[in-house]
């Protein structure tokens, strides 16, 4: 059976306005949790403030809960959000979403982000039961995070390069194959993109609003294929490589790891790197938060991560990263 998932429904409303009565498990960070709790009033019977998404730890966070808590509440964004997907969907509890930043498509979408022997593995829960939004709440947050969804939509451009590099080496399934009008719709939200990175770095809440729309497409789309080939290529891969790279401290936020990994991407496949550099900065997105030496380090092996862990196939597949090589991207990318 194939199942098409939706994406969740969404109410934009002061947070003052909710009304919650069941008892609830409040899955939150402190900042997250700072920005709110003198506006959401939420009867807690356990709360936590996840740091990881190791599969193992996300079971001990669900078996963990309560008898009495009848409801999820996840108040934060990215890894917030997938590990309250999660706690729900094993312990089977409604999830409410309460963004504090829009900062990935996670929010929307029916996976989870697992981390599994060394790599992510997504693992289907279904989408959250609703998401609230105060775009008061959204537009006062950390502009390095309140808007580094963008990112969703900038790796669209390495996505379908990946995509379609693949199909014209009959490397992608009967599943994964390239549809050019998926890929002509994907181009054009990646294009809308481009187009309000200034406002989503200023906070202006028209652009916000645009941005979560556009994820919300980008979402539906992949739902409809049943994949995320037109989203995530190369750059994705080098995000969860250097991740291991990073395993003694607490997890780099996702665009941190992402945005060096989108530039690469576009350097591998002889892009111009320096519109979607512009493009990230303007959004706020920062692309300091990784050490050339570490950046160096991960793609030395980047070829033989994307083996070892089956991901699907890209531009890396057929790369031999030598050290002359790794210079010139260091050099183009302006990573170095």
Partial sequence: MTIIWNVPPQEFRDLMSVKESRPTALLTGARSWGAVSTVLDLPIAV???PERLDIDYLDMLADGLPPEVEVVYGVGAGLVADVSKYVGWKRGLPTVLVPTALSQDGLFTALVSARIKGTVEYVTTGPVNRIIVDWDVIRMAPPQVRGAGIIELLTIVTGL???????????TTADTRYQPWAAGVMAGIAQQAFKIAEGVGKGRVEALRNLLDLMVLEVQLTNQLGHNRPQEGSEQYFAYAVEQKLRRGR?????????????????LHGQNVEPIRATLESAGIRLNQLSPAIIEDTLKTLPDYVVKHDLPYSILNDLDLDAERIAEIMAATGLG
């Fill in 47 to 49: 709360q936590a403030e």
């Fill in 161 to 171: 390069l990946d995509w379609k590099y693949a199909a014209e080496r009959n490397q």
């Fill in 251 to 267: 997890l780099l936020p996702y665009a941190d790891r992402v945005g060096p990994g989108l530039l690469i991407a576009a350097s």
